[in-house]
């Protein structure tokens, strides 16, 4: 129970234990739903994209409104939440006004459920997530048998440019950013007799599913975990500067493989330098790869530039391939611009957006007080998703859900997880 509950503890603490026993669940559902809710190239897909979005979508803010409710009644509402409340309550005016009635489900299918798992205080254990990725790679291996995943758990099988890529998840990324959890929860609060086989094991898969992103989100985050136990570094402030030079550096690296371009030899062959920045197997100018190196970049540039158009209130539901003239991938390449949230919502809701980067940034402030490391650092990679893989955060992805929940990571405090309150080790310094 958290310092702000309310009369009736044994009520809470019993309902406590529920909602902890619910939000295990559905973390299992979600990892579960990872593999079922296939729509990517090549693989197969059991179900329609309609059935999954009621199957996978409508759990999770069922929960997340019952919880929500719940934190309201025992007052545990704080700032970050009111602002993510206002931040739905705005889209959901400006929508109706204006006739723009598609971005309402979504939107509340992503503000619901955040809202309750913040202010109800979920997070998941080290524990928690151990067993969900020791019971996600058999069932990775599987789905990579029977066709529904390209990549596969050992190098050299994946149908992919990269033979050497490796998957979990039929999507790659999304493997990418499930492993980036688990390593910093084990590296922060774990002394399990698994810790460091559970280390090495989400460390092959995050470094073979070559995401550069999540690389860099868990450097950054590692970085803040270092930098922010020094004395040099314990005021709000000076925190606040580290995170910004971070999250600076990542913008920066985003664009770096287009400057390496204009200046590295186009015959330039070292592999690692070839497939983590650029895609390819050839060379710094591999095909697609270039394209697809610079594709980022060149999505902010064009989501910015609708925003400038309709800054307070932005354009609403649109297709952005009607309003691009570069096509940066190709003619026949379907711009769904969803890999980055934080600047598509500037383009289809405007200012608006400043109530979610608010929101993040109140939720981190507040563990940044507290000296909550692990949870600021979740914000961190939480923050690099939001920029760089906008189609992964949705609240029935288990890894968005993970690192939303991991900003309520509290050290050797009471801890909403497994079902039941129990101790988080003290953090392995």
Avoid at 97 to 105: K, S, T, V, W, Y
Avoid at 360 to 367: E, L, R
Wanted: charged share 10%; proline share 4%.
């Amino acid at each position: 129970m958290t310092d702000q509950a309310v009369a009736h503890p044994g009520t809470t603490l019993s309902l406590t234990a529920i909602c902890g026993s619910l939000f295990s669940c559905m973390l299992a559902y979600y990892v579960l739903a990872r593999f079922v809710g296939v729509d990517y190239e090549g693989a197969t897909q059991i179900l329609s994209p309609q059935v999954q979005y009621f199957v996978f979508a409508v759990p999770i803010v069922i929960f997340g409104g019952f919880v929500a409710v719940l934190a309201f009644v025992n007052g545990t509402v704080r700032l970050p939440e009111w602002l993510l409340l206002f931040y739905l309550v705005a889209i959901v005016l400006v929508s109706v006004l204006r006739g723009d009635f598609i971005i309402i489900p979504s939107t509340i299918a992503f503000c619901v459920p955040i809202f309750g798992i913040w202010a109800f205080g979920l997070a998941p254990s080290p524990a928690l997530l151990n067993t969900l990725l020791y019971f996600s790679i058999p069932l990775g291996a599987l789905t990579y048998l029977i066709g529904m995943n390209g990549w596969g758990i050992i190098p050299g099988l994946a149908h992919d440019e990269i033979a050497w890529r490796v998957s979990i998840f039929p999507g790659v990324a999304d493997t990418a950013f499930f492993c980036v959890p688990i390593i910093l929860a084990n590296l922060w609060f774990s002394n399990g007799v698994f810790r460091k086989a559970t280390l090495y094991l989400a460390g092959y898969f995050l470094l073979f599913s070559v995401i550069r992103s999540s690389v860099i989100a868990l450097i950054l985050a590692l970085a803040y975990l270092h930098l922010a136990r020094k004395a040099a570094f314990r005021t709000s402030l000076r925190r606040w500067t580290i995170v910004f030079l971070m999250i600076t550096a990542f913008l920066i690296s985003i664009v770096l493989p287009a400057i390496l371009v204009a200046i590295l030899p186009t015959d330039l062959n070292i592999p690692v330098i070839n497939q983590f920045l650029f895609h390819s197997e050839t060379n710094v100018q591999g095909a697609q790869g270039l394209s697809d190196t610079m594709y980022r970049g060149w999505l902010w540039a064009q989501h910015i530039s609708i925003f400038s158009h309709s800054p307070l209130f932005g354009i609403g539901s649109y297709d952005l391939n009607e309003y691009i003239d570069t096509r940066i991938l190709g003619p026949d390449y379907d711009y769904s611009g969803s890999e980055s949230l934080i600047t598509g919502q500037l383009s289809r809701v405007g200012l608006i957006t400043f109530f979610l980067i608010a929101a993040i940034v109140t939720k981190m402030h507040s563990a940044m007080r507290e000296d909550e490391h692990a949870a600021v650092a979740s914000g961190i990679v939480t923050i690099v998703l939001l920029f760089s893989h906008g189609g992964i955060c949705n609240t029935y992805n288990v890894e968005f859900l993970i690192l939303i929940a991991g900003m309520n990571w509290r050290t050797a405090k009471v801890s909403r997880v497994l079902g039941q309150d129990r101790k988080i080790p003290e953090a392995i310094r």
